[in-house]
């Protein structure tokens, strides 16, 4: 009898937990979307046909327009807009009105029974003149105009002020403008048309979308939230120390090698220098206290002032004439010679230089710069 049990046992275990299963996964908070180009809808949101009640936060609840081609929100006392971006992170959203009027809606603002608010508000008047009122070159809100009347939109405190005092000028209302970025300068008149930014405070959300969690509701809770699904972040602490290990020992041999290399270079320049590598060497205060080391003396490769002066000089006439006579030009500056220029020939054999030119080059060389013999002294 107890043999017949089991198996039947175990098939209702087998039965209740696909049901429990079956349950589990009808309650999974799974993305939704209204239209190919929409944006991807997630906690707190949620769209009221595609996801279940827990899957959003209260105040957040969406739905797809009659088409399924475009997300819809609507908000108390003001009405519906359509949803143009949702950055989850951020926690902030962008709103913008379906019927193609969003001044109108303005109009009517409230987000006091709202989760929302805005992200950079500036305070537009809005005005109500004749149509034959034309100044400042004024942009018009064209679907709030009429045949009979035109109506402004200004941040401007001078346009304010004039727009005031015009007889053509009515004052309508000032508005607390949710705008996409603030205007460091009034604006003088706009037609509202780009979307409002809009942000919310709860719930906190944004730490968890930051770290790639999914952020939703704890189980028998309506306000309280959890964040599960962080995906691990970096590697497991074993392969941490593999690595470390792997990299550090490399890493540390190739120190050692370089510091090795360091020293024998060092060491080879200091030996040429000084004949041989003390095997110990200064402190630094040792060194502080030792003088300095005298300069190399500089080897003197020309002939010395006396043996140059004693090398004949000549000034040149006005027929210019040398002993050489297609010699015209000094070799070393390469200029031809002038009347009255003094000039110095080098005994052996008579060539003939600029005075200044060959005196600067035998200081520095024992030879002649056109022949390389060595001159000898003149008697």
Same mark, same amino acid.
């Given at each position: ?39 991807? @809808? ?111 939109? /200004? ?6 002020? !004039?727009?005031?005092? $015009? ?115 200064? /402190?630094? !205060? ?23 002066? $004693?090398?004949?000089? @000549? ?12 010699? $015209? ?37 024992? $030879? ?12």
């Amino acid at each position: 009898m107890g043999k017949n049990q089991t198996p039947l046992f175990s098939t209702v275990l087998i039965i209740l937990s696909l049901s429990l299963q079956a349950s589990a996964d009808s309650q999974i908070c799974r993305n939704a979307v209204c239209g190919q180009d929409e944006p991807l @809808i997630r906690f707190p949101f949620r769209i009221r046909t595609l996801q279940p009640n827990p899957c959003g936060y209260p105040g957040f609840d969406l739905s797809c327009d009659p088409t399924n081609q475009t997300t819809v929100i609507e908000l108390p006392n003001t009405g519906n807009f359509t949803i143009r971006g949702i950055d989850y992170a951020e926690q902030e959203v962008w709103l913008n009105d379906p019927d193609g009027c969003l001044p109108k809606k303005i109009l009517s603002l409230d987000f006091s029974r709202t989760p929302f608010s805005g992200v950079y508000d500036q305070n537009f008047t809005f005005f109500n003149c004749s149509s034959d009122y034309i100044k400042y070159s004024l942009n018009p809100i064209a679907c709030l105009c009429g045949d009979n009347f035109t109506v402004f939109a /200004t941040s401007s405190p001078r346009v304010y002020n !004039s727009l005031s005092l $015009s007889p053509s000028c009515r004052y309508v209302k000032s508005v607390a403008v949710p705008v996409q970025w603030p205007f460091f300068e009034q604006v003088l008149s706009s037609d509202l048309g780009d979307d409002l930014r809009l942000k919310w405070d709860t719930p906190r959300c944004g730490r968890c979308e930051f770290r790639g969690g999914r952020c939703g509701l704890k189980a028998n809770s309506t306000d309280e939230i959890e964040c599960t699904d962080i995906p691990r972040q970096g590697i497991p602490r074993a392969a941490r120390y593999a690595i470390t290990v792997g990299m550090g020992i490399p890493a540390l041999l190739c120190l050692i090698s370089l510091v090795c290399f360091v020293c024998s270079k060092v060491k080879s320049s200091y030996a040429r220098r000084w004949g041989s590598f003390p095997a110990n060497l200064p /402190t630094i !205060s040792q060194q502080a206290s030792m003088p300095e080391p005298l300069p190399n003396p500089r080897l003197v490769m020309g002939l010395n002032g006396a043996v140059i002066e $004693s090398y004949p000089k @000549i000034v040149l006439g006005e027929s210019r004439r040398l002993p050489k006579p297609n010699d $015209s030009t000094c070799p070393i500056c390469l200029l031809d010679y002038q009347a009255k220029e003094t000039l110095r020939t080098i005994p052996e054999c008579n060539h003939c230089f600029h005075a200044a030119c060959i005196d600067e080059w035998l200081h520095l060389n024992a $030879s002649c710069p056109v022949c390389r013999n060595r001159p000898m002294p003149a008697p």
